[in-house]
């Protein structure tokens, strides 16, 4: 149970960080970026000219002539050779490794038609791996669970330190520390600003989750939901745990103008996240996607993704799990003890190894 001083930090933290216009401006950016993201591709048929290489037999030749001449229909250009051809033609089928483009089928299929005579069978499609019917829907959904995740941890990771040294450069804390323990400010301070970070996390979830469905760019089913979900609860694990981390930065320094330098090992360590979270999507199921996942500096940007592409097991999410709660619940009390001893400190920046000496005193 949540004692009251931890209750009256978070309701102050809430009321403040929201009432902010520099927060309700930013809200109304991400979900105006969000709908736009959602709606203009499909209205403008965005993306430049694709290129395709088809490879095919003496019988499929003209079919893949004809797909050379009217390639410019279709933004594309299609050369015809045998080095690592994107498709196949065989025998009246259209062949690959993986489902091919939309794009090039719609053109092949299109350059069949146009042969004499006027009325000949579709290409049949044929990959060696299963076609999922929802891959690109879904690759859209991890793409935005990076980005989102991405944002949300750095800009309420930043919002805790810069919050705690904005009350130690102007001395309001020692007011507040003189009626609630140190642990108890800052335990309010996390969990009053991520309660705030996972309300605005899932009204964006929404409001992009309704907008794909009204536009038919996403079929709105218990898989999309459940990964939205799981997105947030990964939300949760990686600000639980980056937010003690945070907040020990910011007890550091004594001024806002070097925090960025206290702050600058945790932000490196979500960006190099973000960039190893679209490696692991590329290859969600290589090595390095199932090392991610054990490691608390990436799984909580990571995992989203491959669970939202479906190439997770089950034992996998939930030891993935296990690994973040149990390196939150080492780290918070270390991060409590470093924020107790120097959040009082004035004067120059405390280093870290001094820091860690009186956490353990």
């Not at 939300?235 to 001024?255: E, H, I, N, Q, T």
């Not at 996607?289 to 089950?314: K, Y």
Request: net charge negative; hydrophobic share 50%; aromatic share 6%.
């Amino acid at each position: 149970m949540i004692n009251r001083n931890v209750r009256l930090v978070a309701r102050r933290e809430i009321t403040e960080r929201a009432g902010e216009k520099s927060f309700l401006i930013s809200t109304g950016i991400t979900l105006a970026i969000i709908v736009l993201v959602v709606v203009i591709p499909p209205l403008l048929g965005l993306g430049g000219t694709s290129e395709y290489v088809i490879a095919t037999d003496a019988q499929s030749r003209p079919v893949a002539e004809r797909a050379v001449a009217l390639a410019g229909n279709f933004d594309a250009e299609v050369t015809i050779s045998d080095t690592e051809p994107d498709v196949r033609l065989v025998g009246g089928e259209i062949r690959s490794e993986e489902e091919p483009d939309d794009t090039l089928v719609g053109l092949l299929q299109t350059a069949n038609q146009a042969l004499e005579p006027s009325r000949r069978p579709d290409l049949r499609v044929v990959t060696a791996e299963p076609v999922d019917p929802d891959r690109d829907a879904k690759a859209g959904l991890a793409f935005f669970a990076i980005l989102m995740l991405y944002g949300q941890l750095i800009a309420y990771g930043f919002y805790v330190a810069s919050g705690v040294v904005e009350e130690k450069s102007s001395r309001v804390v020692e007011v507040l520390l003189a009626a609630i323990r140190p642990k108890d400010l800052l335990a309010g301070k996390v969990i009053g600003l991520g309660l705030l970070g996972l309300g605005q996390l899932l009204l964006i979830a929404v409001i992009g989750v309704a907008v794909a469905g009204v536009t038919g760019a996403l079929d709105i089913d218990g898989a999309l939901l459940t990964a939205v979900a799981l997105a947030l609860v990964w939300f949760v694990l990686g600000y639980a745990f980056y937010a003690s981390l945070y907040a020990a930065a910011g007890a550091l320094v004594p001024r806002q103008e070097e925090l960025q330098s206290s702050t600058t090992p945790l932000t490196m360590a979500i960006l190099v996240s973000f960039f190893a979270g679209f490696a692991v999507n590329d290859d969600p199921d290589g090595v390095v996607a199932h090392i991610c996942a054990f490691i608390p500096f990436t799984a909580p940007i990571t995992m989203p993704g491959r669970i939202a592409l479906g190439e997770v097991p089950a034992w996998e999410i939930a030891a993935s799990v296990g690994v973040m709660i149990a390196a939150t619940a080492l780290l918070i009390p270390l991060a409590a003890r470093i924020y107790s001893a120097v959040v009082l400190r004035t004067g120059s920046a405390v280093k870290l190894s001094e820091a860690l000496r009186l956490a353990r005193q």
